[in-house]
């Protein structure tokens, strides 16, 4: 009966027959990449993907503008934010793990060529999907390519020559091909104006549906995008740069010109002309404060015109505000504790603190620099002065304070406040008995404990929505705005500016910096310099208008995110970020000691490598053809 | 009457026979037996399974009383292989077996006795809590860079994992066999290239029911523990490492605090609290009890045992709360092995085993506890101020604790007590199995099947209150009162609240059906062969995604074949051909042979001459593949397939005037790559069996094994190419080569004294071959002709001198630094201090030689036995992470996020680090800061230890009650002893228990003395 074994065998034979099967386990219909792009509403989710690697400008987290220069400082070891910027400001950065590395996608920084691979599959794979309309395909290809294009301007402005991404390697490409090597900077400007410019065409000036859509980028947003790329493209940092001229790929191609061409400002200002009357034809103005509802001052209500045009949301003068990163913690950030009777509350943090060096910024009242207003006593700034009743919409009446805190521009009191300052709104709409500030130490909004309280003793009011109330408990009533990434007068300025580089001085230019000035609540160029300062032919010079639209920009976008980059633009930024960081003495109770600038740190910039981000050393190390920013 | 010349037990079921002749007869169940012989007297051969033969010249009519002679090599005469048993003296592939009764250990966890005592085993413990303690293990080490890289663990034939292999009774445990090479393991396919342990439980003999019973009691506490600095130094240090960083730095503490702290003004305003003996107690007391009953008849026979273990922990009990939180885990265990004769050639067996833990122990943990309180700060304030304190009445316990800097701090006494968190484990399995002899049909062919299923399941929950936390301040010197200030009004509770856990469910189901067929032709072919078929398929309930929640299977048959001439010339070939769920169509299924000679030497006729000085010798080789599916991660599954999230949050964005138009975006974590497949192990092994003078027995084999197809991220794709997951193949390849040596000695020397001693030693090295990394210029960096477990680090010169040597250094890329940190060797001379600078350091943190070595020796009633373990060529580093001083270290991201921790002071920082007054630039630990210096936490030489250790493991005295006195109340034996496990430890290394390695704040390893009675009747 040897037919048994045999039985056996077949039977366990038989079994493996079916193996394929059994070991099948994957059921029909597990989701792929394919099933994003079949019905509109994954593509969506898709478009929605792209939007999601914009980085979150309105995150001091996250957007380095904001602390890694000296605009702001903070208490260090710092614990209850994450410190890479601050690192950066302490000249901590390097190549192992770069802070906010936007690159790879660490220590803070959004996975730019990830959102680039994800931008480039959407366009890939868009006209696979059948139930989208075609008027909406054309607008949602735009808005990625306006993307697109937002990415490599943040990689340019952080990394300089960067490699183009215009389409996607395949996964299985050759170990060479991927392999990518820098561009030189002019070809990168192009690739994003080119994008820019195809997206431009496509994309509505206003969004269709406000209550769904606002955020979204339009062609206002595309239009006075491409005014800051070839701006940018347009200063000394990019054009014509000599520091870099040894600056090359390893097959010897040349990354920055070393040739300073002036037609980068004719593009530039074409770019910003064209975007402004973009503005206005679809209705944008600069922002005035409306609200009849308080019986206000004038010197309050232009205070609330300077303060409202950042917190108050979708504003008339908004050009492209992000809703993913909207004002939230920035504004738990620079809120002082300014209610005695709610000191348990330690949601407001206050730790955002702006430097010496921003306060003094701030023109004086007659909207001339306090080094060059004949009137204003620049020796004796630190003197205690005390409050009168004239002062008493900026500051406390009968409280002694620095003699720098008084006769000052508008935008100083709005955007600023200290020890001794009044502070309106945040639940007081009164203004004959507004908050103020008191900031010494064992005062309301002095340090207490170990975190939490301003390190320089100013706090930066700008950008705390009037709304926001310190409530009982931990308790916050916070108004959210999009952070505005955009708006009208940054792009007068940068429109000045380029007029000024091209043409020199001339009533256009002035126009441009009145409309802001006047917003201001300041006089005109002309009038400010001719009768206050001590150079009062300063803005008939171009390098004298130079400084003075710098200034004005320098101002006017405050606190906004916007130095940090200008200043490297200009490559001022080994002169700012090079020195002593200084504060008021917090730790003091008497004002005549408190009134004691105290060193904080000492800035050291390496000019010209801390212009440009490093890359992660281990990149080098895998792709060769890649070579270390300069200096690295 | 036949007896064991040890323990004088009867021995049933002995063969006797008279020499030349067919004529014999069993022993009955009293060990007597009686046989007519034909002349006056005769030659009667005994002989029984696990002793050696005995010849005996006896006269008609004289009662004949024989004592056998237990043979511990005979004892495994048939060793339990693969899908089977072979005699053990036809083996030919690397088995290690143990004698089950040497794993016994005073612990509930097996797996902590396997260090040493295998030859061929790495094993190594890390924490000592109760539950939570199971060694590490490795068959001739690791040879795989992917996630599974510890042996397949097979009970009675089923996969189970270590926790239930811990769980298992020596008591229970028929054959415990460690499967090394490929002719061993290549039958299990892909999925045994990591070794294999293979366990058999007891079944019951024929015969009347035999009892046995053993209780323990035992006394654990910790090998070591790490000294703490006293609190006065804790202040006095803390303010220096924020002056020393920061001259405008606040300090944490005044001069004020720190004088009245000294004096010793008011214990509740000036605290300063040893959490660890406020928590802790020195020992605590763990409890085993377990039984057996075998026996049967003719038609069925039995075995069942149940096992009641109780650990412990060390942890004190507030009289104040009405529940119990000290960790007190109950483990049970019920088996049942039945088997029956269905017919003269069918047998049934039916196998029931559950295995229960019910755990009940503090919320954290054991370990999470241990870790607060190494993070707790002793002068902030006290456990809890006493109840009249307060102004108002309350009924619950004013714990103490601050606001001071930010947030809450951990009161790790509070969190003892606020409640108490329990967990039950089951693990339930079923199993049948029919075995049919078709002798009948064919002689020799035999064939079985086995179906089992198992459930897994586990839970959670925690009870708990919010602790009301009070904070003191403004204390009077003149009244001595201070006032009290509740700091969490509204979140703490007098009631308790609740905390839903995990909960886990595993379904499997086996089946394995086989065909045997074993035969010798003309007495001296031995010929067999086997083919099984196997199926697994496993579910989990809370798979997490979709991919993950489908069915886990394998599939596959495997075979062995051998042939052996005349005992003295063996051959075997085997093979496993699996498949498993995880790689695409094209890549399912692998095939894995192997095959293996042996040659019996001393079988030969010419070797007769020296068998009395070497009575056996044995050589053999084997070569062959196994495979190992478990590559990339428990998850990560079907390679082939790309995984997307089409619903991710992250990956969102919002839109409209109030933000809230939102949807998710879209992510992926895997990109498809069909040919993924399984990693591929090629085995050697060469072995000599040699037995000298009768009592000696050694083993001693040399193995490679070359690993092949590991899955490794690809390293040559930069950055720019701008993809979300890593792209993998199976691109890497280790080898590992080593040794494995056993000496077993054996010897009677009179009835009253016997003696045993063995020496075991591992030594398994590994190193890369190939190795997906980028193009280095810097050789040193490259990972090929290192050990796996090759660490790579900076080389710390010394700390700095001030920080003028800092501005005149290269420059090192991790954050801050100043003088008193640690200075770097720039390798590559780039004038920059970077990873290019890592350079291999140290030994490999898995240990390469485990050894141990150890005695057993019997006297009259009395026995001793004592072993030591040791390991050596090990490094491992101090966590400098865990161990900085005053910092706040959380183990994981989101660990107690809200709450401020501060790491203690261990002592031998306090004493010897580098300071401004003091500038040591060879201390242990480099400036001090409040905050981590990233500079000095990189993986460096500087906290680089030697992890070398010996230690007398366990030590046993027993005394056994002489028959006499027992055989009146009708117990067979009753054994009294007492044994210590970890008594002694022996190493350089001085801050905590060296096998810990860098993981020494955490629950130690325990030391346990034991008092235990055995009964068998």
Known sequence: MKHCKLIILTGALGLLGSCNNYLDVIPDNVATIDNAFTMRSEAEKYLFTCYSYLPSEGDPQWNPAFVAGDEFWQFYPVTNFNGNSLEIARGNQNIVDPYLNYWDGLQGGKPLFVALRDCNIFLENIDKVIDLEPYMKVRWIAEVKFLKAYFHFWLLRLYGPIPIIRENMPISSSVDEVKVAREPVDSVVNYIVSLLDEAAVDLPAVVPDLTSERGRVTSLAARSIKARVLTLAASPLFNGNSDFSNYRNADGTELFSSTVDPQKWQRAAEACREAIEACHAAGLKLYYFPSTLYDISETTRTKMNIRNSIGERWNDELIWGSSNSTAHYIQRLCMARIDPSRLINEQALGQLAPTMRMAELFYSKNGVPITEDKTWEYANRYQLRTATAEDKYNLKEGYETAALHFDREPRFYADLAFDGAIWYGQGKYDDEDPWHVEAKMDQTSARKGVGRYSITGYFAKKLVNWNFIIQDGQDLSVEEYPWPIMRLADLYLLYAEALNELNGPGPEVYSWLNLVRERAGLPTVEDSWSTWSRLPDKYTTQEGLREIIHRERLIELAFEGHRYWDLRRWKQAADAFNGPVLGWDVEQTEAARYYRPRVLFKQVFRAPRDYFWPIREHNIVVNRNLVQSQGW | ?1017
């Open chain 2, 1 to 1017: 009457m036949v007896t064991d010349s040890l323990t004088g037990e009867s021995l049933p079921g002995v063969s006797v026979l008279i020499k030349g002749t067919q004529q014999g007869t069993n022993t009955d169940l009293e060990g007597k037996f009686v046989l007519d012989i034909s002349g006056n007297e005769a030659i009667l051969i005994f002989s029984f399974v696990g002793y050696k033969d005995k010849e005996m010249l006896v006269r008609k009519g004289q009662a004949a009383k024989v004592e056998l002679v237990s043979n511990i090599e005979a004892l495994d005469e048939v060793a339990v292989v693969a899908f089977g048993t072979q005699k053990k003296s036809s083996m030919i592939s690397s088995v290690t077996t143990i004698d089950p009764q040497e794993l016994k250990v005073p612990s509930s966890n097996l797996t902590t006795a396997l260090a040493g005592r295998l030859s061929g085993v790495i094993a190594y413990q890390r924490t000592g809590e109760p539950g939570q303690d199971n060694a590490s293990f490795f068959i001739r080490g690791v040879t795989t860079f992917g996630y599974k890289k510890d042996p397949l663990i097979l009970i009675d034939g089923i996969e189970l994992n270590a926790t239930d292999l811990a769980r298992l009774q020596p008591d229970d445990i028929a054959t415990f066999s460690i499967m090394k090479d490929a002719t061993a393991t290549s039958l299990y396919g892909a999925r045994g290239a990591n070794g294999v342990i293979l366990v058999t439980t007891k079944e019951g003999n024929e015969g009347p029911a035999r009892v046995s019973l053993r209780l323990e009691n035992s006394i654990s506490s910790n090998t070591r523990n790490v000294e703490l600095a006293d609190p006065i130094t804790y202040m006095r240090l803390h303010n220096e490492s924020v002056l020393t960083r920061d001259p405008i730095g606040l300090l944490p503490y005044s001069q004020n605090k720190i004088d009245n702290t000294v004096a010793g003004t008011d214990p509740y305003a000036y605290p300063a609290v040893d959490w660890r003996s406020m928590l802790l107690k020195d020992a605590t007391s763990n409890q085993r009890v377990n039984f057996s009953v075998s026996g049967g008849g003719k038609v069925a026979r039995y075995y069942i045992a149940g096992t009641f273990n109780q650990d412990n922990g060390v942890l004190k009990v507030d009289e104040r709360n009405n529940f119990n939180s000290n960790i007190n885990l109950k483990s049970y265990l019920l088996r049942s092995n039945v088997n029956i004769n269905l017919t003269k050639t069918t047998e049934t067996a039916v196998r029931l085993y559950g295995s229960f833990d019910d755990y009940r122990g503090p919320v954290d943990g054991g370990d999470g506890l241990y870790r607060k309180i190494m993070r707790s700060n002793p002068v902030l304030f006290p456990a809890y101020f006493p109840a009249e304190a307060a102004r108002t009445r309350v009924q619950h316990i004013l714990f103490g604790n601050s606001n001071q800097g930010s947030g809450n701090f951990i009161n790790p006494y509070a969190d003892m007590v606020k409640g108490y968190k329990d967990w039950t484990r089951s693990n339930m399995l079923a199993q049948f199995e029919l075995k049919q002899d078709f002798g009948w049909v064919v002689p020799g062919l035999s064939a079985r099947a086995m179906g089992n299923a198992q459930r897994y399941s586990y839970y959670d929950v925690s009870r708990f209150y919010n602790p009301f936390y009070y904070q003191a301040g403004g204390y009077d010197p003149r009244t001595g009162t201070y006032s009290l200030a509740l700091m969490n009004e509204g979140e703490a509770t007098e009631y308790l609240g609740y905390n839903e856990g995990a909960k886990d469910i595993t379904a499997t189901v086996y089946i394995e059906a086989a065909v045997n067929y074993n035969r010798t032709f003309a007495e001296t072919h031995d010929v067999s062969g086997m083919l099984v078929y196997i199926r697994r398929n496993s579910l989990v309930a809370n798979a997490g995604d979709l991919q993950r929640s489908l069915p886990f299977r394998n599939e596959g048959v495997s075979g062995r074949f051998t042939y052996g001439y005349d005992d003295r010339y063996l051959a075997e070939f085997n093979f496993g051909y699996n498949g498993s769920e995880r790689f695409h169509q094209s890549e399912r299924f692998g095939f894995f042979p192997s095959v293996g000679v042996g040659w019996y030497v001393s079988n030969e006729k010419f070797w007769e001459p020296m068998l009395s000085s070497v009575h056996k010798l044995k050589l053999r080789a084997t070569y062959g593949l196994v495979g190992n599916d478990a590559i990339g991660g428990p998850e990560d599954r079907f390679f082939y397939l790309s995984n997307v999230n089409l619903n991710q949050e992250a990956n969102g964005a919002r839109f409209g005037t109030n933000f809230n138009y939102i949807r998710p975006g879209v992510s992926i974590s895997r990109y498809p790559n069909e040919r993924i497949t399984w990693e591929t192990d090629r085995q050697l092994n060469v072995g000599v069996e040699l037995g000298l003078f009768n009592d000696f027995e050694i083993i001693a084999e040399y193995f490679t094994r070359h690993r092949s197809n590991i899955l490794m991220t690809r390293a040559s794709i930069p950055t720019t190419m701008g993809l979300q997951a890593d792209v993998r193949a199976n691109v890497g390849e280790a080898k590992s080569g080593g040794v494995d040596f056993s000496l077993d000695y054996n010897k009677i020397f009179t009835q009253q004294f016997w003696l045993q001693g063995r020496v075991n030693f591992t030594y398994a090295s590994s190193e890369f071959t190939a190795y997906e990394e980028p193009d280095y210029r810097e050789t040193y960096k490259s990972h090929i002709g290192h050990s796996l477990s090759q660490q790579w680090g900076l080389i710390a010169e010394r700390l700095f001198v001030d920080d003028y040597e800092v501005a005149n250094s290269p420059r090192q890329n991790y954050g801050e630094y100043r003088g008193g940190d640690i200075k770097y060797h720039d390798v590559n001379g780039d004038g920059q201090i970077t990873n290019l600078d890592q350079v291999p350091l140290g030994f490999p943190t898995d240990p390469e030689i485990i050894y141990g070595f150890g005695f057993s020796a019997g006297y009259r009633s009395f026995d001793f036995s004592a072993f030591f373990q040791g390991s050596a060529r090990s490094s491992f580093w101090i966590d400098p992470y865990a161990t900085a001083p005053f910092v706040s270290y959380r183990y994981y991201d989101g660990e107690l996020s809200d709450y401020s921790l501060q790491n203690q002071l261990l002592k031998a920082y306090a004493d010897n680090h580098w300071s401004e007054s003091n500038r040591n630039l060879h201390a242990l630990w480099p400036r001090l800061s409040s905050t981590i210096i990233e500079n000095n936490v990189q993986r460096n030489s500087w906290f680089m230890r030697n992890g070398s250790f010996l230690r007398l493991k366990s030590v046993e005295l027993g005394y056994s009650i002489p028959r006499d006195y027992l055989s009146r109340w009708k117990i067979q034996n009753v054994r009294i002893y007492v044994s210590g496990t970890n008594v002694l430890t022996f190493s350089k290394f001085k801050l905590w228990d060296p096998e810990m390695a860098g993981n020494g704040l955490s629950y130690p390893v325990q030391k346990v003395f034991n008092i235990g009675v055995q009964v068998g009747f």
